[in-house]
């Protein structure tokens, strides 16, 4: 695994974590709530962009420790591929390999 590779895969770990914790906050909050504004999950530690999701699509997202979250453009199609688009978000995969690897050992949700 390149150096980028590594950096983009924890960058992405670490958006990921921030948008747990908004989801945590979320689910305190009233029961209405139906959608969320996150960070973008991309690999660009300079990225400040955000996205709104439902909850629903945040749960399916999250039930794949190598999905994320990313604005439309913002896919690094050399370490993730698209899994679903529209148009205010993007689902990515990482690559099976060391990036893969580094999404699932960091996910918070995993046991």
Not at 28 to 48: I, N, Y
Not at 55 to 72: D, K, N
Not at 80 to 109: M, Q
Request: hydrophobic residues 35%; proline residues 5%; negative net charge.
């Amino acid at each position: 695994m390149t150096d980028r590779e590594r950096r983009l895969a924890e960058n992405e770990a670490a958006f990921r974590d921030v948008n747990e914790s908004l989801r945590y906050v979320a689910a305190q909050g009233t029961a209405t709530v139906q959608t969320m504004r996150l960070v973008c999950e991309c690999g660009d530690p300079g990225c400040s962009e955000f996205v709104d999701v439902t909850l629903t699509e945040y749960e399916q997202v999250r039930a794949v420790s190598t999905h994320f979250i990313v604005r439309p453009g913002h896919v690094a199609p050399d370490v993730e591929r698209v899994v679903v688009e529209n148009d205010r978000f993007v689902v990515v995969e990482k690559r099976p390999g060391d990036p893969a690897d580094i999404a699932e050992a960091t996910d918070p949700r995993s046991d």
